[in-house]
C-alpha cells in the first residue's frame, strides 16, 4: 500500500469512489509514511488514532451513499487552525499547552466535508517567518536536499514539507505575506492564497488581521482546487468574510487560456535576480505565450515600496493581537511579583525572538510619536499598491512573476539576519497588501535541482481565471520532479 502516498488528492478521491481501495487503508499508508518521516520535524502533534477512526467512520459512510468533497482523504492542518480537543500551538512556547474548546471555521468545513485529520503541521512561531526555523518545536527540514539540510520556506513550512514528501495528500497553510507560496516554491508543490475573505479566519490564531487569509498547499493545481472548493466560504463568525458562493474551481483546471492577457512587471525584475530565476520567469513567459495567451508588459510602480509597507503594517497588527497572551486566561504563565512582573516574566519566556522583535517593531510604529510617519505613511502605500493592480487590470487579466528571490537555502544561513530573511518575502507582499488571489506552481529546477516556482495573481474574487491560468502553466512546464526518499 506505499504506493498510495504517491498519489494526487484528485486520484485518491476517484480510487476510493472506484472501490480500488478504502479510506482505511489510505489512512494507513499515510500514517507509516508520517512515521517514517518524524525526521522531517513536519508535524508539531499527530493524531494517528483519530485517523483512523475517522477513516473507518468514512469507509462507512462511503458504504451508505454519503460522499464529501474531502471524503476518506487523509490531510494536514497548520497548527494555526484551533482544532476542538486536539492542542493548537501556533508553533510557540507560550501556546504549548493549549487545547482549544472549539474549531476553526476552515477545519470544519473540511471535516464536514469528510476529510481525515492525520495532525497538526509545524510552522515559524505565530507564522512569523519565512524559513520554518523560528518555532519553538524545532526547525521544518525541506525533503530536497543539495548535500545539506535544507529549509521548507515559512511559515507554512511543516504544511509543504509534509505534502513534497508524500506524508499526506494535502494541508491547510495560511498567507500573511507569501507564507503559502513560498514554502510551495521551495518544494514543488502547489500553493494558493485566495482573495483576502475567501476562507474564515475564525479559529485562526492571528498574526496580522488585514493580511492574514487560509488557503492549500497540494500536489498539483486540481488538487489545490479540491481543497480551497472544501476550505472557503461565507462565515457569519468573521466580520471580514466575503458573503459569496463558492465557484467551480475545479471545472476551471484544464480550461484553454487562448486570448488571456497575461501581464508581466517590469518591476519584477529586480537588481541581483539570480539567472535561474530570470531564465525560469523567461521561460514561463515562452510557455503562456505557446498556449495562447498574449504577453503583455505593464508596470506596478510601487511594488519598490511594498516590502518596508509591510514590515510596518504586519508588525504594528501582531503587536495588536499578541497583546492577550499575558498569562491570565490561557497559555503559559510565569508568575512574578506583581501583575506587571508576571506579564514580563510570562512574555520574555514564552515569546521567540522573531516574535518579541516583531512586537517591538509594531509597539514603535504605532507609537505617539511615530503613527504618523511609519503607520499611517505606510497605509497610504498598500493604497496605492491597490492602485498599481488596479490600473493594471485595464490591460491584462492575469500577473505572471517569479515565487521568490531564491530556491530554498540552508538551514541557519539566514536566520540570523533578519533583513535577508524579510527580502525572500518581496515577489509575494504585493497581492497581500492588496487582498488578491495568488498561486504558485513549480515551474523548474535551478542549476543544484532544486525547486523553483512561478506565481500566478489574479484580480479579486477571480481565482477561477488564477486556476485556469495556473493549470495552463502546471501542463506546459511538466513539472514531476520529486526529493529523492533520504529519511528512511
Not at 468533497?69 to 501556533?90: M, N, Q, R, S, Y
Not at 492564497?193 to 479566519?201: A, E, F, I, L, V
Not at 505565450?289 to 511594488?303: C, M, Q, R, W, Y
Not at 516556482?453 to 481565482?463: P, S, T
Amino acid at each position: 500500500m506505499t504506493d498510495l502516498t504517491k498519489m494526487t488528492l484528485s486520484g485518491a478521491l476517484d480510487g476510493m469512489a472506484k472501490g480500488d481501495f478504502s479510506s482505511e487503508e489510505l489512512t494507513k499508508a499515510h500514517v507509516d509514511a508520517c512515521m517514517d518521516g518524524a525526521e522531517l520535524n513536519a508535524f508539531i502533534t499527530t493524531t494517528f488514532e483519530l485517523a483512523m477512526d475517522q477513516a473507518k467512520a468514512s469507509d462507512a459512510r462511503r458504504a451508505s451513499g454519503e460522499v464529501g468533497k474531502l471524503e476518506g482523504a487523509p490531510l494536514g492542518i497548520k497548527d494555526l487552525f484551533c482544532t476542538e480537543g486536539v492542542k493548537t500551538t501556533a508553533g510557540s512556547k507560550i501556546l504549548g499547552d493549549f487545547t482549544p474548546t472549539y474549531e476553526s471555521t476552515v477545519s470544519a468545513n473540511m471535516k464536514a466535508d469528510g476529510m481525515v485529520m492525520l495532525g497538526k503541521l509545524n510552522l515559524d512561531e505565530f507564522a512569523m517567518g519565512s524559513s520554518n526555523e523560528t518555532s519553538h518545536f524545532g526547525p521544518v527540514i525541506n525533503p530536497w536536499r543539495n548535500g545539506e539540510d535544507l529549509v521548507p520556506g515559512g511559515s507554512s513550512g511543516g504544511s509543504a514539507s509534509a505534502v513534497a514528501a508524500d506524508l499526506c495528500l494535502g494541508a491547510t497553510a495560511t498567507d500573511t505575506g507569501g507564507s503559502i507560496r513560498q514554502p510551495a516554491s521551495f518544494t514543488g508543490t502547489v500553493g494558493i492564497k485566495p482573495t483576502y475573505g475567501r476562507c474564515s479566519r475564525w479559529g485562526t490564531v492571528a498574526f496580522a488581521s488585514s493580511l492574514d487569509q487560509a488557503g492549500p498547499i497540494a500536489k498539483t493545481v486540481r488538487d489545490s482546487a479540491i481543497l480551497l472548493e472544501s476550505m472557503a466560504g461565507y462565515d457569519p463568525k468573521d466580520s471580514t468574510s466575503i458573503n459569496a458562493d463558492v465557484p467551480d474551481w475545479v471545472g476551471a483546471c484544464g480550461q484553454s487560456i487562448k486570448g488571456m492577457r497575461i501581464g508581466i512587471p517590469k518591476e519584477y525584475s529586480i537588481d541581483g535576480m539570480p539567472a535561474d530565476i530570470q531564465a525560469l520567469w523567461d521561460n514561463g513567459i515562452e510557455m503562456m505565450k505557446a498556449a495562447g495567451a498574449e504577453i503583455v508588459p505593464i508596470s506596478l510602480p510601487h511594488t519598490k515600496y511594498a516590502l518596508p509597507a509591510y514590515y510596518v503594517v504586519a508588525p504594528a497588527e501582531a503587536s495588536s493581537n499578541l497583546a492577550r497572551y499575558d498569562g491570565m486566561r490561557y497559555g503559559l504563565r510565569v508568575d512574578g511579583k506583581d501583575l506587571t512582573d508576571t506579564y514580563e516574566l510570562t512574555r520574555t519566556d514564552g515569546f521567540g525572538d522573531e516574535v518579541r522583535r516583531r512586537i517591538m517593531i509594531g509597539t514603535y510604529v504605532l507609537s505617539a510619536g511615530y503613527y504618523d510617519a511609519y503607520y499611517l505613511r505606510a497605509q497610504k502605500v498598500r493604497t496605492r499598491i491597490v492602485q498599481d493592480f488596479e490600473n493594471a487590470w485595464e490591460s491584462c487579466d492575469a500577473i505572471l512573476t517569479p515565487t521568490a528571490p531564491s530556491a530554498a537555502f540552508a538551514v541557519g544561513r539566514k536566520v540570523s539576519d533578519p533583513v535577508q530573511m524579510y527580502l525572500n518575502d518581496i515577489f509575494t507582499v504585493t497581492t497581500n497588501l492588496a487582498g488578491l488571489p495568488g498561486v504558485s506552481v513549480p515551474a523548474g529546477l535551478d542549476q543544484n535541482g532544486l525547486p523553483l516556482g512561478l506565481q500566478i495573481i489574479g484580480r479579486a474574487m477571480d481565482e477561477a481565471t488564477v486556476f485556469k491560468a495556473a493549470s495552463a502553466l502546471e501542463d506546459a512546464a511538466g513539472f514531476t520532479a520529486k526529493p529523492e526518499k533520504w529519511w528512511v
